[in-house]
């Protein structure tokens, strides 16, 4: 069997724009494979947990006897060890949980410092 001449331009033409349609697509149209759109999804369910969990913390360190103290205190520490002063106080320990999560803690330092000033 013999492919007409006419045909081939066309087949080629349609292999180059399925090409760039695709190139196109991921680049500038939003497309996404299936494993970026699970990171993605991960990524945003981990940033609702800590959105959800940080008042909480924040809630357990005003509920300490000594909080004005612990505030006070908190604010002298540099910046990247507030989340492991909020950790070692046992404010970022999660109800049914053994240890404190440092992206909680990090979260819940964060909040301290923005309603402190």
């Given at each position: 069997m013999?492919?007409?001449?006419?045909v081939?331009?066309?087949c080629w033409g349609a292999v180059a724009g399925a090409v760039a349609l695709a190139i196109v697509g991921f680049n500038w149209g939003g497309w996404v494979t299936g494993g970026s759109a699970?990171?993605?999804?991960?990524?945003?369910?981990?940033?609702?947990v800590i959105a959800a969990l940080a008042p909480i913390c924040v809630d357990n360190f005003?509920?300490?006897t000594n909080a004005a103290a612990s505030l006070?205190?908190?604010g002298q520490v540099n910046s990247w060890q507030q989340g492991a002063f909020i950790e070692k106080g046992?404010?970022?320990t999660m109800p049914g949980s053994n240890s404190p999560d440092?992206?909680?803690a990090r979260a819940c330092a964060e909040m301290l410092g923005q309603a402190k000033s």
């Open positions: 013999q492919i007409p001449s006419e081939k331009p066309a699970e990171v993605k999804a991960s990524q945003r369910a981990e940033r609702a005003r509920r300490q006070t205190e908190l046992g404010w970022a440092s992206a909680v």
